[in-house]
Structure formats: C-alpha cells, structure tokens
C-alpha cells in the first residue's frame, strides 16, 4: 500500500513540483494538496497521509501552527516542512518535524529523504474506546472503567501509553486500553524510575526496550518486546537514558 502524503504550500508551482518529485519515488501517493490551514487540517483528517510536506507561511494562518495541530491528532505523522525560511528550523524542531527543507529545493535531497520515511516501519492505527483511568492504590494496577466493565491493569505489564486522536491509548502485551485520561494524569500514577515520557505523546516503560535508532532529525524511534508498536523519543530523553544505562 502506498504512502500517503498531503501537501500544504500556498504556491500552486511549488505543489506542482513536489507532487512531481514525490510520484517519482515508487510507493508514494499524494492524496491532497491545500494552501489554506484549515482545508489542510480538514484534508488530513479525511485522508489520514502518513507524511506531510508544509511551508512555513500558508494562507489563514501559520505552518508552524498547522504542524501542532496535526502532530496533536496523529504525533507519528512525518511533518517535513518545506520552506524558502532557514531561520524557523528550531521552531520545526519544538513539533518534532521530521525534516526541514530549504526551497530551492534539490531533488535528490527530497528523494533521500522519502527513502528514508519508506525504510521505517509505519504505525498502526488503532479503534477507540470511550473509558476512564485511575489508579488503585497498593495493588500496583491501573483501573479502566468503560460503561459496562472495569479492567485492572498490571503495572508492569503496561509496555507503552500514547496520545491518539484525542484519547490516551495504554498497550500492554495481550490487549490496548482507551482511556480519556490525559498522558499526564496517568505519568503521575506510575513509577518514575520504570516509566519514561519519553516524548509530549508518549510514555514508555524503560524494560520493555529493544531498540533505539534515528528517526527524523531530531527524534528518535524506540522499539519494544512483544508488540509490534513504537515510539517516539526527543534527543534529550536520549540522553537521559544513556545516562541512566550507562
């Protein structure tokens, strides 16, 4: 299945250029392109793309602004922003952006960097629950109440806690748990030398670890035991946790 990509550039001929570039990397597909902040926003809600190239000005509002929106809906989404700005790269930086091109653009370097997104192993998406979290003190579980069930969670089963579409998503080995708790509230009930945020959409717990490699240019990907999900990890939880194991 091909990769979806949205392109959000007020310049008609640069949206031209790129939905070129991009069609002649194989398994790409560009399913809209905007120039306006909220159609791009609508568009990424209806499509769901996996990567979105963004200029830093577009029409309604900030690129910037855009990116914070759509890394709040989806935080596994590959923002590129592709721009005539050099001087906003470490405000791409704050929203985790994948990486930051500078217009004009060279294309070998767009084609590098579509080769990179094709090497990683792209998310899941997941269906939702409506539920709530609290914690039952000296039983060492979470409690996820829905409207007809409770589930108690052991702690130390919990493998990964994300942010997804607007809810809080805890995965353990068997089994995922919706909750409309935020990624906060439930930090504060687990123990902080097992569990990490490891990033503003997610938290991890630290022996459940596999791998860490480069991912983007300023984060990177965390790999688990026994489920086939990830993370994302900001360089300064990088290197907290190079300190903390070595």
Not at 15 to 44: C, H, P
Not at 136 to 160: A, P, W
């Amino acid at each position: 299945m091909a990769i979806k990509v949205l392109l959000v550039e007020d310049e008609e001929g640069i949206r031209t250029l790129l939905r070129k570039i991009i069609e002649r990397v194989d398994g790409f597909e560009v399913v809209g392109e905007s120039a306006q902040m909220l159609e791009s926003i609508s568009l990424f809600t209806k499509e769901k793309p996996e990567v979105v190239f963004l200029d830093i000005e577009i029409n309604g509002g900030s690129g910037l602004e855009c990116a914070k929106i759509i890394a709040d809906l989806d935080p596994k989404t590959k923002i590129i922003f592709a721009t005539a700005h050099n001087e906003f790269m470490s405000n791409a930086f704050e929203v985790y952006a994948f990486d930051y091109l500078v217009k004009p653009f060279n294309v070998e370097r767009v084609s590098q960097t579509l080769e990179r997104i094709k090497a990683l192993k792209l998310p899941q998406r997941n269906e939702e629950i409506d539920k709530i979290v609290k914690y039952e003190q000296g039983l060492n579980k979470l409690l996820v109440k829905g409207k007809e069930s409770m589930s108690f969670v052991d702690i130390n089963d919990i493998i990964l806690v994300q942010r997804e579409n607007n809810s809080t998503v805890i995965y353990t080995k068997g089994d995922a748990f919706t909750t409309t708790a935020s990624l906060s509230d439930i930090e504060t009930k687990l123990e902080t030398d097992q569990f990490l945020r490891s990033h503003k959409s997610y938290l991890i717990n630290l022996s459940q670890i596999t791998k860490i490699e480069p991912y983007g240019r300023w984060t990177y990907i965390v790999k688990f035991k026994d489920i086939d999900k990830d993370a994302l990890l900001t360089v300064e939880k990088y290197e907290e946790i190079k300190k903390r194991f070595f």
